[in-house]
T-cell receptor, first 113, second 112 residues
Framework: RKEVEQDPGPFNVPEGATVAFNCTYS??????FFWYRQDCRKEPKLLMS???SGNEDGRFTAQLNRASQYISLLIRDSKLSDSATYLC??????????????FGTGTQLKVEL | DTGVSQNPRHKITKRGQNVTFRCDPI?????LYWYRQTLGQGPEFLTY????????KSRLLSDRFSAERPKGSFSTLEIQRTEQGDSAMYLC??????????FGQGTRLTVV
């Protein structure tokens, strides 16, 4: 089982639609959680952090359920510019000290006219 | 530009040759990561430095791969005796803490 699992998609949605992505992680000791966005042939960029209390940034809402080891991202009123791959990221503490970011495979979103 | 810088951006090499990539992290970021990404996959962890100490190396990384971070500043990733399966995007990231990381634009390696 992969440490971080996501539905690879693609999700093809019309402009203005609401779309939700899900992610599960296997390491219950994971400490921090993020969503990254990656455009085609570009580097991943931080989209938002994810907290148990939920957090919202404009049209984007992220939620963490520690008990279920489940993370979600909701995009409302989707725009053409939202087309990208969305990567679920989990930070775990390393036995030798420090930490590492573990990525899911990413979910591809295509917003269409 | 004060972001993470990687060089070269692209590298084409013949199978069996050695290649070296460089990463300059954001100033004062003490944590540095190397990742590898192939098409349709998320970035895969290779190794992690905290200052100059290499604290973690992926079990998936063969002995042909080595990374250094002398003086805790820039880092290099060397691949010896390259194989076609090494073709990928190699990403470097830096972070000031156990939180989000900032990525460079990557080095795209093609082994022919």
């Amino acid at each position: 089982r992969k440490e971080v699992e996501q539905d690879p998609g693609p999700f093809n949605v019309p402009e203005g639609a609401t779309v939700a992505f899900n992610c599960t992680y296997s390491n219950s000791a994971s400490q921090s959680f993020f969503w990254y966005r990656q455009d085609c042939r570009k580097e991943p960029k931080l989209l938002m952090s994810v907290y148990s209390s939920g957090n919202e940034d404009g049209r984007f809402t992220a939620q963490l359920n520690r008990a279920s080891q489940y993370i979600s991202l909701l995009i409302r009123d989707s725009k053409l510019s939202d087309s990208a791959t969305y990567l679920c990221v989990v930070i775990t503490i390393l036995t030798g000290g420090g930490n590492k970011l573990t990525f899911g495979t990413g979910t591809q979103l295509k917003v269409e006219l | 530009d004060t972001g993470v810088s990687q060089n070269p951006r692209h590298k084409i090499t013949k199978r069996g040759q050695n290649v070296t990539f460089r990463c300059d992290p954001i100033s004062e970021h003490n944590r540095l990561y190397w990742y590898r990404q192939t098409l349709g996959q998320g970035p895969e962890f290779l190794t992690y430095f905290q200052n100059e100490a290499q604290l973690e190396k992926s079990r998936l990384l063969s002995d042909r791969f080595s990374a250094e971070r002398p003086k805790g500043s820039f880092s290099t990733l060397e691949i010896q005796r390259t194989e076609q399966g090494d073709s990928a995007m190699y990403l470097c990231a830096s972070s000031p803490s156990a939180a989000e990381a900032f990525f460079g634009q990557g080095t795209r390696l093609t082994v022919v």
